[in-house]
C-alpha cells in the first residue's frame, strides 16, 4: 500500500540526527547543559563498568568489547552511521553523502586490518585464513541472504547495527524490529542444514590476500573504495562555507555534542573500533550475542535441529547456547547505552509513539534481517564492514545483495508500511 | 630401564623377542615394507609387545618449568617455546615472546585418518618451530595444558626426550601480567628429525582389549569426569556424542585429569601426586595406559605418570571414542545408559 509522499517524509524525519554545521542560533540552555552532565554520567558509568570488567570472569576481553561498543554507540549516533539511511538517500534522494563515514570506515578498518594480519598470519600465500577474521563462503546462500537483509532494512527501517543504536535514541519501532530479528534468527536456523549442504558446504572462501598479498589486497581495496568515492561524488550534497570564526570552548561543545560529526571522524573511529576489536577480542559484529539468545531460547523446545551443520567451522558471527552474556553481548550493551548518552547530550533522545502498523512491519522486517544475518553469518557490520577490512570477497558480496535489496524494498515501496 | 626405541610394532615382534626388550636401543634404520606407507600408527592390527614405556628424562625439575625459568630462558636459542592452544585466535592475541604457535587440530594430527601426524609432516613442523634434535621444547597453552600436553607426548612419541610444559601453563603467565608479544616469530629453521613413532608410548584397541580381558598386566586409568567413567552421560555437556555405548575399559580406575592440579592450574607437588595415585592402585609398580574421551586430555594423566613421576606410562589415543564404538568388545556400563533409549 502507497502512502502520500509526505508520510515518507514524517517517517524519515523520526531518524532523528544532528545539524550538520552550526544550525542556526538556537542558544545552549540550561536543560543542555543538565542534559549533557547527565550524558557524560553515562559515559563514566560505562568506563567504570569497563574497568570493573576487566577484573571479572569476563576480564579483558569482556571490558575492551564495552569500550568498543561505546566508541561505536557514540559514532553511529553522532556521524548517523546507518547503513539504511545510506543505501536510502543514495537511491531515493539521490544524495550520496552518507556514503562517506562507510567509505572512510572501510578504508581505515582495512589498513588496520593489513597491519594486524600481518601479525597474526604473517604469510597470506599459506593456504590458511586468519583467525577468527570474518571471511565466510561465497555462494548462492550469501546472496540470498543478503537480498533479504536488505528487504529487511527497507521493511523495518535500519539495519540490526541502526536499531541498536537508535534504540538510544528512543526509537520505539527498533523494540519490535529486534524482537524480530530473534526470531528471524530461529527460522535460519531451522532453515541453515538444508542451506549448508545445498550452497554452503562446497562454497569457496575466497580471500584477496591469499592471491595478491597483504599490500596487493590493501591497495586494491583502497583503489576500490577510492573509486566509489569519487564515482559518488557527482551526488554528494555541497560543502558548507567554513566559518572564519575563533575557535572556542562552547564551539568545541557543541561539535561535540550538537553537530553531525563529519564523514571523516565518525569513519575513522568505527574503522578504528573494528580494528582494536579484531586486535583484542574478536571481528567487529552485532549479532552474535543476539543469535546466541535466540539459539538458547530454542534450544530444548525441540523446534530447532539437534545439529547446526558445519555451523560452528564457519568464521563470522558465530553463535552458541550460552547462558551468560558474551563480549558481544557487552559490545551491544555498550552501543546501545553509549548510543542513548550522545542523542541525550545532543537534545535527540526522543521517544516516538508506535503505531500498529509500524511495529507489525518492524517485526517482520526483522524476521528477515534475522534471517538474513543468520544465513550470511553476519550482517552489514560483522560480515560487511568487518569482511571488506578482512579483505573477503564475502564482504563485497554482502554489500552489493544487501544494496540490491534495499533497492527491491524501496521499489516495492514496504519502507513506506511505518 | 631405559625405553625400547623405535621400531614399527609389527615388524619389531620377532625381532624384540629374539633381542630381549633392554638391548634394543638403537634407531630404526631398516626401511617398511614397501606397499606400506609410512603412517604413524603402525601396529594396529595386533596387540603391541610388551615394550617399556619409561621416558629417559623425568623428574619434576626436568619436566616442568615455572613462568620465571621461562622468562629467563626467553633469549636463550637451545630453548624452543611452543604454543599449544585449545581456542582458536588466542596465541594471535598476545603470546610468550618467541614462542611459535601449533594448532592443535590440524597440525599435531593426519587430518584425513585419525592418527597423529605422520613423521615426515612432524619433522618440517618441527624444523620450521626451529627445533634441533638438542633442543630443550618448552610447551604451553590453555586450558591448564591439554593440548600442550598431547603436543608434549608426540614430541616424545617421534624421539625428542627434552620435552617440558610451563605449570600453570598459559592461565599462569596471564594471571602475572606477564609480558607477551603478538609478532609470530619466524625462527631459523631447525635440524631435528622425527624417528619413527616410539611404539612404547602408545597403545592401540588390540592392547587395551587383551588388557580388558585380561589377557596383559596393565592398569588403565580413565581420566574423564566420574559421570562419563559411569556411564551415566555419553560426553560432557555442550560436547557431540561420538561413541554409542556409554560407561569404561574393564578393570580401569577413575582419576579425572583435572585431580592432578591445583585450583591455579598448576602440577600438584610430587608427594601430592605420588598418593593420589597410590590411592587409586597406580603406584607404577605395574604398566599403566591413559585414555579419556578423544585422547587429548588423557595425554595431560600421560605426562603426570610417564614425565613427573617416571612410571611406565603409555597413551592410548583412540580413547573412549574408538573403544565404546568397537564391535564386540567388553565394556562396564554401571549406569546402564541404552545409547538411543529414551
Known amino acids: 500500500m502507497s502512502a502520500p509522499p509526505a508520510v515518507g517524509r514524517t517517517a524519515r524525519a523520526a531518524a532523528p540526527h544532528a545539524p550538520s554545521a552550526p544550525s542556526g542560533p538556537r542558544p545552549w540552555t540550561r536543560a543542555d547543559t543538565v542534559r549533557t552532565t547527565l550524558a557524560a554520567v553515562v559515559v563514566v558509568g560505562l568506563l567504570v563498568l569497563a574497568a570493573w570488567l576487566h577484573t571479572s570472569p569476563w576480564g579483558p576481553r569482556g571490558g575492551v568489547s564495552l569500550l568498543v561498543g561505546t566508541a561505536l554507540g557514540i559514532a553511529f549516533e553522532r556521524g548517523r552511521f546507518c547503513f539504511w539511511c545510506i543505501f536510502r538517500e543514495g537511491i531515493e534522494d539521490r544524495n550520496t553523502r552518507g556514503a562517506y563515514p562507510l567509505l572512510v570506515a572501510l578504508a581505515v578498518g582495512a589498513t588496520g586490518y593489513a597491519l594486524v594480519l600481518g601479525l597474526f598470519l604473517p604469510d597470506p600465500h599459506a593456504g590458511r585464513l586468519p583467525p577468527e577474521a570474518h571471511v565466510g563462503p561465497v555462494g548462492w546462500p550469501l546472496v540470498l541472504a543478503g537480498l533479504v537483509f536488505g528487504l529487511g532494512m527497507a521493511l523495518s527501517g535500519g539495519c540490526v547495527s541502526a536499531h541498536l543504536y537508535r534504540l538510544g535514541q528512543g526509537h520505539t519501532r527498533a523494540v519490535p524490529a529486534l524482537l524480530g530479528v530473534l526470531l528471524g534468527f530461529g527460522v535460519g536456523f531451522a532453515t541453515w542444514n538444508a542451506i549448508y549442504l545445498a550452497g554452503v558446504s562446497h562454497a569457496p572462501t575466497p580471500w584477496l590476500p591469499a592471491w595478491l598479498g597483504y599490500g596487493g589486497a590493501l591497495a586494491v581495496t583502497l583503489g576500490v573504495l577510492a573509486l566509489l568515492a569519487a564515482l559518488l561524488l557527482r551526488h554528494a550534497p555541497p560543502l558548507r562555507a567554513r566559518e572564519h570564526a575563533p575557535m572556542t570552548l562552547p564551539k568545541v561543545r557543541d561539535a561535540i555534542v550538537r553537530w553531525r560529526w563529519s564523514a571523516g571522524v565518525t569513519g575513522t573511529v568505527v574503522g578504528l573500533a573494528g580494528v582494536f576489536a579484531y586486535l583484542r577480542v574478536e571481528p567487529l559484529g552485532v549479532t552474535s550475542q543476539l543469535g546466541s539468545a535466540s539459539r538458547t531460547a530454542l534450544a530444548g523446545t525441540g523446534l530447532l535441529p539437534e545439529r547446526l551443520t558445519g555451523l560452528d567451522t564457519l568464521a563470522g558471527c558465530a553463535t552458541a547456547v550460552v547462558q551468560t552474556l558474551t563480549e558481544n553481548g557487552w559490545l551491544v550493551i555498550g552501543l546501545v547505552v553509549a548510543s542513548f548518552a550522545a542523542a541525550l547530550a545532543g537534545g535527540r533522545f526522543r521517544p516516538t509513539r508506535l503505531t500498529a502498523r509500524g511495529a507489525s512491519s518492524a517485526l517482520l522486517g526483522g524476521v528477515l534481517l534475522g534471517w538474513g544475518a543468520m544465513t550470511a553469518l553476519g550482517c552489514t557490520v560483522g560480515v560487511l564492514l568487518s569482511g571488506i577490512s578482512a579483505f573477503a570477497v564475502s564482504g563485497w558480496v554482502f554489500a552489493a545483495s544487501c544494496l540490491a535489496g534495499v533497492w527491491a524494498g524501496i521499489r516495492l515501496r514496504v519502507h513506506r508500511l511505518t | ?342
Open chain 2, 1 to 342: 630401564m631405559p625405553r625400547s626405541t623405535s621400531r614399527p610394532a609389527a615388524l619389531a615382534v620377532p625381532i624384540l623377542l629374539v633381542a630381549g626388550l633392554a638391548a634394543c636401543s638403537s634407531p630404526a634404520t631398516e626401511p617398511l615394507a614397501d606397499d606400506a606407507a609410512p603412517s604413524a600408527a603402525q601396529g594396529v592390527a595386533e596387540a603391541a609387545p610388551a615394550l617399556d614405556a619409561r621416558s629417559e628424562v623425568t623428574g619434576f625439575e626436568n619436566v616442568v618449568v615455572s613462568t620465571d625459568w621461562l622468562a629467563e630462558h626467553l633469549d636463550d636459542d637451545k630453548v624452543a617455546v611452543i604454543e599449544v592452544s585449545v581456542d582458536p585466535g588466542l596465541y594471535e592475541r598476545g603470546h610468550v615472546p618467541g614462542a611459535v604457535n601449533v594448532p592443535w587440530h590440524t597440525a599435531f594430527v593426519d587430518t584425513v585418518t585419525r592418527d597423529v601426524v605422520p613423521p615426515e609432516r612432524f619433522t618440517e613442523l618441527a624444523q620450521e618451530a626451529g627445533i634441533d634434535k638438542d633442543s630443550t621444547v618448552v610447551l604451553y597453552g590453555d586450558s591448564n595444558n591439554w593440548f600442550a600436553a598431547w603436543g608434549a607426548w608426540v614430541f616424545t612419541l617421534y624421539g625428542h626426550d627434552d620435552v617440558r610444559l610451563v605449570d600453570g601453563g598459559r592461565g599462569a603467565g596471564e594471571s602475572e601480567g606477564r609480558e607477551l608479544e603478538l609478532a609470530a616469530p619466524t625462527p631459523a629453521r631447525g635440524t631435528f628429525e622425527a624417528a619413527q613413532a616410539d611404539p612404547a608410548l602408545r597403545a592401540f584397541l588390540p592392547e587395551v582389549v587383551e588388557v580388558a580381558t585380561g589377557d596383559r598386566e596393565a592398569t588403565l586409568v580413565d581420566i574423564r569426569g566420574a559421570a562419563e567413567f559411569n556411564g551415566e552421560i555419553f560426553a560432557p555437556e555442550g560436547v557431540q556424542e561420538l561413541s554409542i555405548r556409554a560407561g569404561h575399559v574393564p578393570g580401569a580406575v577413575n582419576v579425572p585429569w583435572v585431580e592432578a592440579v591445583d585450583e591455579d592450574g598448576k602440577f600438584k607437588s610430587v608427594e601430592e601426586l605420588r598418593a593420589l595415585y597410590a590411592e587409586a592402585g597406580v603406584d607404577g609398580s605395574a604398566p599403566i595406559i591413559t585414555y579419556c574421551r578423544i585422547g587429548e586430555r588423557a595425554s595431560h594423566t600421560w605426562f603426570v605418570l610417564n614425565k613427573i613421576l617416571g612410571y611406565d606410562a603409555k597413551l592410548y589415543d583412540g580413547s573412549w571414542t574408538e573403544y565404546g564404538n568397537a564391535v564386540g568388545v567388553p565394556v562396564t556400563n554401571p549406569a546402564g545408559t541404552v545409547w538411543g533409549g529414551v
